[in-house]
């Protein structure tokens, strides 16, 4: 009973380092979403994409990158951490566009 | 004017009382509606989707009022459980499909 998986859950970054938040789902979905929310605001997106090896910029795109070898994983990169990227990040799937998505647990990123 | 906007509370409501909140959203041609409930430091997880004609799950009930572009929750009998933030989401066209666009949240506490 997996659904969407993240890791790691926790991070802290030095400013100028680089990583990859992993995400994976099981429930074939073609649809999968990057959000990060901020403390007391709603969730943007950052990324999203509609099947293997289909991505596409969402509202807030600058400073990460995706990619989608496979139906289930959609990891997100950041190069070149900044403290403005200190957030709590959300991968999601859906069936469809506009349709119930379903949220792993995040992954709390701080840049230092 | 934002694409969904949320009263953000808090909503401080003693056990057993009734709680109602609305959101409304900018865009006519939207065509699905939800509400999400997110507890502090976790995923947003689906609380119900909300139909044209009004539906109800237990304690909670949600109306859609197209011709003023709102939907509604109500929380009937307030658990101490209840205690989160409401996410209300609406689909919005977005080139020749649709994207989910996530309100901020409403705050919602209930006290012993």
């Known amino acids: 009973n997996a659904g969407v998986t993240q890791t790691p859950k926790f991070r802290i970054l030095k400013i100028g380092q680089s990583m990859t938040l992993q995400c994976a789902q099981d429930?074939?979905?073609?649809?999968m979403y990057w959000y990060r929310q901020d403390p007391g605001m709603g969730l943007k997106l950052i990324y999203y994409?509609?099947?293997?090896?289909?991505?596409d910029k969402g509202e807030v795109p600058n400073g990460y990158n995706v990619s989608r070898s496979t139906t289930e994983d959609f990891p997100l990169r950041l190069e070149l951490a900044a403290p403005s990227q200190t957030s709590v990040y959300f991968c999601?799937?859906?069936?469809?566009?506009?349709?119930?998505?379903?949220f792993g647990e995040g992954s709390w990123l701080t840049v230092v | 004017r934002k694409e969904v906007e949320q009263d953000p509370g808090p909503f401080n409501v003693p056990e057993g009382a009734t709680v109602a909140f609305n959101c409304t959203y900018s865009?006519?041609?939207?065509?699905?509606f939800f509400w999400y409930r997110q507890d502090c430091r976790k995923e947003p997880k689906l609380l119900m989707s909300?139909?044209?004609s009004g539906n109800e799950d237990g304690r909670f009930t949600a109306q859609l009022n197209r011709a003023s572009q709102y939907i509604s929750l109500l929380i009937r009998d307030s658990k101490l459980s209840d205690s989160a933030t409401y996410l209300c989401?609406?689909?919005?066209?977005?080139?020749?499909?649709?994207?989910?666009?996530f309100g901020a949240g409403t705050t919602v506490t209930v006290r012993a």
């Open positions: 989401v609406v689909n919005i066209p977005h080139s020749n499909d649709y994207k989910l666009s």
């Open positions: 999601a799937s859906s069936y469809s566009l506009g349709n119930t998505i379903y």
């Open positions: 429930m074939n979905h073609n649809y």
């Open positions: 994409s509609v099947g293997a090896g289909i991505t």
């Open positions: 909300v139909y044209s």
């Open positions: 865009n006519s041609a939207s065509q699905s």
